[in-house]
């Protein structure tokens, strides 16, 4: 068989050679790593069982038994060594890059993440308005590790419990003072007047359903002490699959969307996940809004990764060619000493260096700028030169090491010739050595450039992004680049989080990257095969 | 000491080739010539060393100043106290003792188990022959392509899931977040072991079949103690990149009890830079120095690995 590396080490036949039967030990180590695996298994398989997850059930069994399979027979010795390191690889990272192909073609985000039916609960329970004219409920705040709940007294006297989605139930034995309203009930601790003032928020927020039909109505209370009947204003009607509100008649239809919306285009605030198709690509290259940010974006992180990569490289080369010098007193310090940003957290040191170059009380305007009052941080320009700056910092030591050590292993005899031909020291370095040298580090160049196109920490801690863009509503940053504004459109603070939209942009990212890294990788190729 | 072998390994047989240098003639020499010779070297080697650790000076100064402001941590090392690490320990909103821990915890464990399943693979590819080799080899190369950063938003959605039926695994769980990582443990480790597998005579595992071992005990006994250096190179350059990972676990980890330092210390001066800056410089330092630490002590293992790796390709 044909492979990678040169056969000099592996005589051929080894995949005939039979190694001998497990030990006792082994053969037991085996049997209880397996079954602790098993044990685990069928736990889960039980609760998939019970939750009804039918597609995730027969995928996690065919898992299971494969795992078996691989384990019990006696061939497949490879496999057995593969398996462990295989199944974290494909669940968590085969797996979620295919899922993140699939949440590119939702709606999937804030509004929209969960089923049609959830939503239709959700928009129920939050629209609600008080009966007008209905009894008053006495209620005793009563709490249960840590949730309040209504401990209430119809008009009739009957009493009952419940608290948010957990609609009211009678109970039989709760304490009741002398005008009997329940104040205590087994199992619960009452809270006292003060202790309902401290929680206010909280309580205000408890919605007690009568029953599991929505349309029943809650309990709210506004004091701690009543509570008053509330009714959805929006009513579903099931067949027709429309809400309409109770009080101004307006109906709300399924708008195909993910969103129930009206006739003047009014949408319900809760939405559910679609399937939207390349709705999200078109957005990222036609929304105003996304577009123009894109563009700058995209280019600004092109650039940050290529002047990284050639800085580093740069500072790298002509370090690790200043001390390549036998006999240079003090190298070992030098060395040491400058490596040292290598060892430093990444995330620490965007932040130190924020701090560093902060325009009013930072070192850098405070010391060496006597007190200038320079925006390294925020303006865009500037803020772009100290990221590249930070950056340099980080990576320089990373490209010194490794310049020494191919500059080491250049062969001598050819530095001899060409010293003796007279040769010029540039002359030499240019011609020879530097040709010589990108044989060997132009592939950990591509993948320096590589990381750096999703150099996340040291843009995040650094500039967060910033300064913003103005001409954007996006929360959209001249120093963002790429993955740092999937973050943001994911998990950020600005407008609503669209996980739809972030999928789609780190599907481009990873075509961008892929495309980069196969054409320099040819272009290597290209470069071994002239010297 | 620790420096002084790993140095001797830094100036490398590269330079031990030079020629001697006779002291009398270096003494002879003008100063024109030496600065042409030398000087410019260390001229070179003290600016960048300034550079280099300016930085840091400024971080340890600001940790030992315990004022607390950005703005009074201007002068280095003006007030040297412990002030801030006092104040670090005793913030019951931000426990940093458990940050550490926590940090410690899953660093070392996912680093562990990535060493261990990169070694199991990186066995099976450098020892064994079997159908799909090649393509397993070439597929580890291409899935790295898509670093795990990108997927954030499905991860956050699978740990959502997975919470529904696995809670303590799911969002939130340090172990959920550990397996997270696992899905990295091939790929890059497996090459850099794989190429170093291979360096190792299979003469070796040979003789030791012939003589009855089995293939576990092949791995554990002859190879694991063999490829010693490469798996410290490996679980070393993992802990370091654990130890700043900061989207996925700020995107699992929601309870600053269960935090890592990356987290935990974004959260001190995320909004306000300037005020809790001296608390935070103390955080810092105390979450730099292991890393540190282990980097100088193991640093001759580094450079051989990164030297290595760059001669090959």
Known sequence: MRTTEPPRTLPPK????????????????????????????????????????????????????????????????????????????????????????????????????????????????????????????????????????????????????GTTGDPLEEVSDAATDSTG??????????????????????????TVPFSDDPDDGTLKTSDGSTAYVYSPTLVYDEAADTFTNTQTGIVYTD???????????????????????????????????????????????????????????????????????????????????????????????????????????????????GGADIPWLTDPLLAKVSVLVVNLWLGFPYMFLVCTGALQSLPEDVNEAARMDGASPWKLFTTIK?????????????????????????IYMLTDGGPRLPETTANVGATDILITMVYEIAFGSGVGRDYGLASALSIIIFFIVAAISIISFRQTKALEEIH | MSTETSTAVLTGPGESGGRPVEPATERRRTFGAWFREKGWRHLVGVVTTLFAIFPLLYVLSAALNSTGTMAGS????????????????????????????????????????????????????????????????????????????LAVVAIFLLLNFITDVVPWLGLGSQVGLIMVYLGGALGVNTYLMYGFFNTIPASLDEAARIDGASHVQVFFTIILPLVTPILAVVGLLAFIGLSSEFVIASVVLTDPDS???????????????????????????????????????????????????????
Not at chain 1, 434 to 458: M, R, T
Not at chain 2, 283 to 296: D, E, R, S, T, Y
């Open chain 2, 259 to 313: 935090q890592t330092l990356a987290v935990g210390l974004y959260s001190y001066v995320g909004q306000q830079r300037s005020e809790n800056w001296g608390v935070f410089a103390a955080g810092a330092v105390l979450a730099a120095v292991p890393v540190m630490a282990l980097f100088l002590y193991l640093q001759k293992y580094i450079v051989h690995g990164l030297a290595a790796g760059s001669v090959k390709g």
């Open chain 1, 255 to 369: 708008s195909g969307d993910g969103t129930f919306v009206s006739e003047d285009g009014e949408e319900l605030g809760t939405g559910w996940k679609i399937d939207v198709g390349f709705a999200n690509f078109v957005k990222a290259f036609t929304d105003e809004n996304i577009r123009g940010p894109l563009v700058q974006v995209t280019l600004w992180t092109f650039t940050f990764a290529l002047v990284s990569v050639l800085s580093t490289f740069a500072l790298g080369l002509f370090l690790a060619n200043a001390f390549n010098l036998p006999n240079l007193r003090g190298k070992r310090i030098y060395r040491i000493l400058m490596i040292l940003p290598y060892a430093f957290p990444a995330f620490l040191a965007g932040l130190v260096w924020s701090g560093l170059l902060n325009p009013e009380f930072g070192y850098v305007n405070n010391t060496f700028f």
């Open chain 2, 74 to 149: 201007n002068v280095l090392f003006s007030r040297i106290d412990v002030g801030n690490f006092e104040q670090l320990f005793s913030d019951p909103n931000r426990p940093f003792g458990k940050w550490f821990v926590n940090t410690l915890v899953i660093g070392v464990v996912t680093s562990a188990a990535t060493v261990f399943l990169g070694a199991l693979a990186a066995y099976a590819f450098s020892r064994m022959r079997f159908k799909g080799r090649r393509f397993s080899l070439l597929s580890l190369l291409v899935l790295q392509m898509f670093p795990q950063l």
């Open chain 1, 14 to 161: 080894r995949s005939r050679t039979r190694y001998p039967t497990d030990s006792i030990g082994g053969l037991l180590a085996k049997i209880i790593l397996l079954g602790i695996v098993d044990a685990f298994a069928v736990y889960v398989l039980i609760v998939l069982f019970m939750q009804e997850k039918w597609a995730v059930l027969l995928l996690a069994a065919a898992v299971t038994l494969l795992i078996n399979w691989i384990y019990l027979r006696r061939g497949g010795l490879p496999a057995k060594y593969l398996a462990p390191g295989i199944f974290f690889l494909l669940v968590f990272q085969v797996f979620v890059m295919i899922f993140s192909g699939y949440v590119a073609f939702t709606n999937y985000g804030d509004g929209h993440n969960s089923t049609k039916e959830d939503a239709v609960n959700a928009i129920q329970l939050s629209a609600q308005q008080r009966v007008p004219d209905s009894p008053a409920y006495r209620i005793s705040i009563v709490e249960q590790d840590g949730e309040f709940s209504f401990l209430t007294t119809n008009p009739d006297g009957d009493v009952s419990i």
């Open chain 1, 434 to 458: 530097l040709p010589l040298l990108l044989v060997s580090v132009a592939p950990l160049l591509i993948a320096s450039f590589a990381f750096n196109f999703n150099n996340f920490n040291v």
């Open chain 1, 181 to 206: 309203k329940a104040t205590e009930l087994e199992g619960y601790r009452t809270l006292q007047f003060d202790e309902v003032l401290a929680n206010q928020a909280e309580i205000l927020e408890v």
